[in-house]
């Protein structure tokens, strides 16, 4: 891959970490460019006119190219890769489940993990603290769903790890942050332990 590549991101974000985890899963080199998001830095009108528009992180540049949404990034760099099914419906089912991700489970986990570990509930809003019993029951749903899948398989699609796996380790493996208790939910447990044993693994503090 010739093409330097580029991580615009908030370094705690599990968003911005699964592309930093698959590219060190593929050993691919990624220069890394933080921006606060508590400090508004992904809005200034520099970043609106030259990384993204929609003022959000991660960005990953490739060349002189900027590819915004985590998942995309994180399918562009698995292309090619053992991360990305040869069968076809394992590749759609791959797809499934990171659209998922961002649909179910991300508003839910990684939205309670941001706002009760970075922002605290006392500076939360009304409205959000309103939603906080929502979005905890939809976030347990989310991983009871996981749960079943994965006790009765090691990896999401087919025999082998995928992109499925990938997306969605990032922001399960610290719900606790958010008040999820993963104790009870064995299954995961054991298949956080898996992804961590992958070789080239990169904790999200790296």
Request: charged fraction near 20%; charge should be negative; hydrophobic fraction near 45%.
């Amino acid at each position: 891959m010739s093409e330097p590549l580029i991580l615009y991101e908030y370094a705690p974000s599990g968003n911005c970490y699964k592309i930093r985890l698959t590219a060190a899963l593929l050993g691919l080199p990624l220069a890394r460019r933080h921006y606060d998001i508590m400090r508004g830095e992904t809005r200034t009108p520099d970043f609106l006119a030259h990384v993204n528009a929609n003022g959000r992180i991660p960005v990953l540049q490739i060349g002189e190219r900027f590819l915004p949404e985590s998942n995309a990034a994180c399918f562009w760099l698995a292309t090619g890769s053992a991360l990305i099914p040869d069968d076809r419906f394992d590749r759609a089912d791959m797809l499934r489940w990171m659209f998922w991700e961002q649909y179910n489970h991300e508003p839910n986990i990684a939205t309670l993990r941001f706002w009760l570990a970075f922002v605290g509930e006392a500076a939360l809003t009304d409205a959000q603290r309103g939603q906080i019993a929502g979005k905890r029951a939809a976030g347990e749903a989310a991983l009871d769903l996981m749960a079943a899948e994965l006790d009765r398989r090691d990896w999401l699609v087919g025999a082998t790890p995928s992109l499925a796996d990938i997306c969605l380790f990032a922001y399960t493996h610290v719900a606790d942050a958010g008040g999820f208790d993963l104790g009870g939910w064995p299954a995961i447990l054991r298949w956080i332990d898996r992804v961590k044993a992958l070789p080239g693994y990169i904790p999200i503090t790296d």
